[in-house]
């Protein structure tokens, strides 16, 4: 129990809220300690010297926490979002106003509604048209919802606060949170293009099929049947689609150049430090990137012109451009992921500790697409041909990308809390308070009636595909689940051949992807003669051996 | 007297205002007050002579109140000033003084109240038991008017269901007149809440509590746990022989049986009684030991303690 002669203000700890910011606490403390005025706090704050609002402001937090010890896991929680002192920049929702409660969670750009009134979150109290947070005007009484208020009222007010649902602000700032876990972005830049990587800065994503469009090529055995003139048997059972299938002994070479698929092993005399496994792409991969490449960076131009200086940059400059925005700074990531060098395929090796953006809720998570296709069944797998692996490795990256710009877009915030691991993205905070709202470019989030909408740039994304809700925003980041992209077929579709949409529509569009694995048989079926005709086109399938 | 260096002297018994012994006298009061908190009272009016150890004891407990289950309350303790003007604003005013809290002197009534209130469901708020103890001491240097300040403090824990129990402290005689007012019917409230239950302190008044006190000199330790017994600091061969202060407690009684009948008291204050034992123990007990002690020390004692100039004989 906190001794009594120590007391000097009442703190008002017990009407504390979850997740409440230092502007609340102060309000608090405004208003349990009514009988000293603005002036009184400076003085009594600062040795009976008058002082600026900032310092007292200073004062008042260390105060608190100094009497805050009866309840450390409190002050532990005020003392992790004391970076989040907002002076005249509030944003509050007029009910939350009126109880003096504010969140920290509000000050994300992204959310524009208050999730506990559902109400719009404005900078302006509604009453007196003036900002949030301006303590002066709430010392003066000039408005009875956000000025200084009665005891008694304000204790209503709180305890009908406290009767609030706060489950969904608690359950997006645990996500937020899983998200602000300690993780090391490390990039790679053009000029360490030749040098690969070095075991200290590589990127390590892991490699998958599972999460991408080529998870397509999984076929189940009444399909491979009516496939079977179309297909080369090959003799291998595998019931996996899987990395570790596909390593190449050293005699696995191509004749034709253009084809070929060669594994250098990890000690080779250009990278030493890394000892996972690095293969030499085919032209056609190699195509297939830069195609992919170029496809979202021109979007990205059309949306603003700086996105070339970006990923151009060494990270020393990266940490003083301005400006930039989520996307610009997903696509460094990824561009820098794909280049190991032009022309190669980096695996890493199994080991969790160095997986890009391992962490809880997000275990190897973005992932890196497979560029080798195979069809693989039951009862074995085969190779297609290397066309049209290209164009499932383009379709991939695409989706590779939003997979990066996903975690980006939801974790920039927090990436920044913990920028002296993450500097790279600490000049979207900045970007972020200047961009106008109508500006193309800016994730945001916008929270009514219990839908979070939004969440990419406008410009970038076709409307359908911006409309989410809250709950399912919950449970996509409690599961991150990849598959999201595919619910919008526009995406795949936007900018590709009449071929590529072809069978971008037998894949995506005609399929509920969401049950892919189940439905695979059955839409193959159905589909039979089409994807025949796709394949005629491109030719017979080769065989592995 | 190689003891007498500077360490002898910094022994507690030779610094009055930071002197703590406890006394019988506290553990019943402490007693009283558990009965009171743990059946639900609002409070109850402790009264006794002047001088007799009232305001010591409270302090003395006051850290000690404890909820049925064990858990310490929060207990605030306040003395009333005599003022020119007898306002409610005072009662705010002295209340905040002692909980230490940073006001504004010039502040209306109004926001002092609220500051109290504040205070108090704070402090309430410290353990499960959602009750806070205000003990106010000099009552009667208040008025029936001043005293609705805390039937005002009690309704309002009362709405947010927490639960304020003021003690009220004052001495008997000065008190007569706080009393007849309270009997008046517009004061009935006040006088329910706060005065149907009445204790008079006693303080020393028997063998057994010169006795017990004389115990807790042959048990506490100077210094604290490590250092001798106070007895055994003033005559440390006769302690381990097997002295014990505790032995002396009938003939200090019958010593002061005969003041006692002589200033027509009933018992003895608290602040002539230590006055008189530590003045016993380092002039007489620790010079002549204990098997020279002799009634007429103790007589010596209690006259240089003052009690025979005191204010009630």
Sequence with gaps: ?545 | MSKLGTSFYDHPIFTPQAFRVPTRAEKILLDQLHDHLWTGKPGAFFHGPPRIGKTTAFLNVRDSIQARSGVHLPALYTSMPPRDKNTIREVHYKCLTHTGLSFNRRATCNELANTLVAHLIELSHLTEHKTVILIVDEIQRLTPKQIEVFSELYDTLYEHNLRLCVFMVGNSSSSHLLLSDLELNCNESIRGRFFTEQHKFKGIHSKQDVEFILKQYDKLRYPEETGPTYTEFFSEKEFNNGFRLAQLSSIIWDTFNTYRKQLKISSWPAQYFFSALNLLLPDYLYKYGAKNFESDMISACIEASGLLHAPYQ
Aim: net charge negative; proline share 6%.
């Design chain 1, 1 to 545: 129990m906190r001794p009594i002669s120590d007391t000097v203000i009442n703190t008002g700890y017990w009407l504390s809220q979850p997740l409440e910011s230092w502007y609340s606490v102060m309000i608090r403390l405004f208003h349990c300690n009514p009988s000293l005025t603005f002036y009184g706090w400076k003085m009594f704050l600062n040795d009976n010297k008058a002082c600026s609002t900032e310092k007292m402001f200073d004062l008042l937090k260390d105060l608190y926490l100094k009497q805050a010890e009866i309840l450390p896991e409190h002050k532990q929680e005020l003392e992790r979002h004391s970076h989040q002192i907002p002076n005249g920049k509030l944003k509050l929702c007029q009910e939350c106003g009126n109880a003096g409660y504010h969140s920290y969670l509000f000050q994300f750009p992204w959310l524009h509604t208050c999730p506990l009134h559902s109400k719009p979150l404005e900078s302006l109290c509604i009453e007196c048209n003036r900002p949030w947070g301006n303590c002066e005007e709430f010392f003066k009484h000039h408005c009875q919802a956000c000025g200084l208020k009665p005891l008694d009222e304000y204790l209503v007010l709180q305890y009908n606060l406290g009767r609030q649902d706060f489950t969904g602000l608690l359950t997006l700032s645990e996500q937020v949170d899983k998200l602000a876990k300690s993780s090391v972005l490390w990039f790679c830049w053009d000029q360490y293009e030749d040098l690969v990587f070095t075991r200290e800065n590589k990127v390590n994503m892991r490699p998958s099929d599972e999460d991408f469009a080529s998870v397509m090529l999984h076929l189940y055995p009444k399909a491979t049947i009516a496939l079977e003139p179309y297909l080369t048997y090959q003799a291998t059972t595998h019931k996996q689609w899987l990395v570790k299938s596909t390593q190449w002994q050293p005699s696995d070479i191509y004749e034709d150049c253009t084809n070929r698929y060669t594994r250098t092993l990890s000690h080779n005399h250009l990278c030493p430090e890394i000892y996972g496994h690095i293969i030499q792409l085919p032209q056609q991969m190699v195509l297939a990137r830069q195609k992919a490449i170029k496809r979202v960076h021109e979007l990205l131009s059309e949306i603003h012109p700086k996105t070339h200086s970006l990923h151009r940059s060494d990270i020393s400059s990266i940490m003083s451009i301005e400006s930039d925005c989520p996307l610009c700074i997903a696509f460094s990531c990824w561009y820098s992921i794909l280049l190991v060098d032009n022309h190669s395929w980096y695996i890493p090796p199994d080991d969790p500790e160095q997986n890009f953006l391992y962490f809880d809720g997000i275990k190897n998570y973005p992932k890196t697409p497979t560029p080798c296709k195979y069809l693989a069944t039951e009862e074995s797998y085969y190779e297609t041909p290397i066309d049209f692996q290209a164009f499932m490795y383009e379709i991939d990256l695409l989706q590779c990308f939003l997979q990066v710009y996903e975690y980006i877009a939801t974790s920039y915030v927090q990436v920044i809390k913990s920028y002296p691991r993450t500097v790279y993205i600490a000049d979207l905070e900045n970007y972020l308070t200047h961009v106008k709202p109508s500006q193309d470019g800016q994730a945001y989030f916008q929270l009514h009636n219990h839908c979070l909408d939004g969440y990419f740039p406008n410009s970038y994304l076709p409307e359908s595909f911006t409309l989410k809700k809250f709950p399912e925003i919950i449970e996509m980041l409690k599961k991150n689940n990849p598959h999201f992209f595919y619910m919008n077929k526009e995406l795949y579709r936007d900018g590709l051949t009449s071929v590529q949409y072809q069978m971008l529509d037998l894949l995506f569009v005609h399929n509920q992807f969401r049950n892919h694995y189940v439905a695979y048989s059955h839409f193959l079926e159905s589909n039979f003669e089409k994807i025949r005709a796709f394949l005629s086109r491109k030719g017979k399938i080769t065989n592995t051996c």
